[in-house]
């Protein structure tokens, strides 16, 4: 009886292991919607056709994983630092950020409802900071 029991036990953890491990060495893993490795390839995806200009005055320059979280990083190309007020820059942006991130399919769906928070971070035309506005997925009653 103590035989099968430790036979038993010992193919249930064998099982365990291989049922865990085993998707780490298949080729083509996906990695888990939210997950620190799906923000890391969506990052990267992202930054194959950066920087970017999206306007006369707005230049995407790279995407960035962090834990539950895909960094935009904006420079401002006509604009210093010193001409900017950051707070009201910042307070104006958010509601226009929340309203494109919450309407967009591409983001609600793929990060907002995975419980992936949009950072979008804003620097002037000398890479000098000047605002980081959050979406998270309550911003968009998630």
């Given amino acids: 009886m103590t035989k099968n029991i430790f036979w038993i ?7 365990y292991l291989c049922w865990w491990l ?5 080729p083509g893993k996906k990695a888990a919607h939210g997950s620190p490795e799906f923000i890391a390839q969506e990052s ?11 306007d006369k005055e ?3 320059t790279i995407t960035e994983p962090a834990h539950g979280m895909l ?6 190309i006509n604009v210093t630092a010193a001409q900017v007020d950051h707070e009201k820059f910042r ?14 399919p591409e983001t609600r769906e793929e990060y907002l409802s995975k419980a992936v928070s949009l950072r979008y971070s804003y620097f002037d035309k000398d890479k000098q900071h000047v605002a980081t ?4 997925p309550a911003d968009c009653g998630m």
Wanted: charged share 15%.
């Fill in 9 to 15: 036990a010992l193919g249930t953890v064998l099982a």
């Fill in 22 to 26: 085993l998707p780490f060495y298949l």
């Fill in 44 to 54: 990267a995806k992202l930054n194959q056709g950066l920087p970017a200009l999206l």
């Fill in 58 to 60: 707005t230049e995407l």
């Fill in 71 to 76: 960094i935009y990083k904006y420079r401002l």
């Fill in 91 to 104: 307070l104006g942006s958010k509601p226009q950020l929340v309203q494109l991130a919450c309407s967009r």
């Fill in 133 to 136: 506005i959050d979406v998270t």
